[in-house]
């Protein structure tokens, strides 16, 4: 009998598990998303990294994230602005600004969700 509950929750755990996973859109390295960025503009994607400046007012602001393959400024309007060198993981649709002479001079990560 106890063999068989551990099974069932087994089952029940692997699946609660791929239905997390599948809403998630996948993680992106900083430096993927600049090399091409009209490969994720408008698309929504995660990054993840430590936090190496960061400005706001009353929960509203951005910050620069580092993830050790380039920094990305992310713009917040929901989630406040989390303080000097905190590791978080952020999801959000890219966007991109300003774009002259082929180089991108405003790429940004507009926030639609958190964790950490």
Do not use: Q
């Not at 929504?44 to 960061?54: D, H, K, L, Q, S």
């Not at 400005?55 to 989390?82: I, N, Q």
């Amino acid at each position: 009998m106890r063999n068989k509950s551990h099974k069932i929750l087994a089952g029940v755990l692997l699946v609660a598990g791929i239905l997390l996973l599948a809403g998630c859109p996948p993680r992106e390295s900083i430096e993927r998303i600049k090399v091409d960025p009209g490969k994720f503009a408008g698309r929504e994607v995660t990054i993840a990294g430590r936090v190496t400046n960061a400005y706001g007012v009353m929960g509203k602001g951005g910050f620069e994230l580092d993830d050790g393959t380039g920094r990305m400024w992310v713009f917040t309007s929901r989630y406040g602005v989390p303080g000097m060198d905190a590791k978080v993981a952020v999801t959000g649709l890219i966007e991109e600004s300003v774009t002259l002479g082929g180089r991108h001079w405003a790429l940004i990560m507009r926030e639609t969700r958190r964790r950490g």
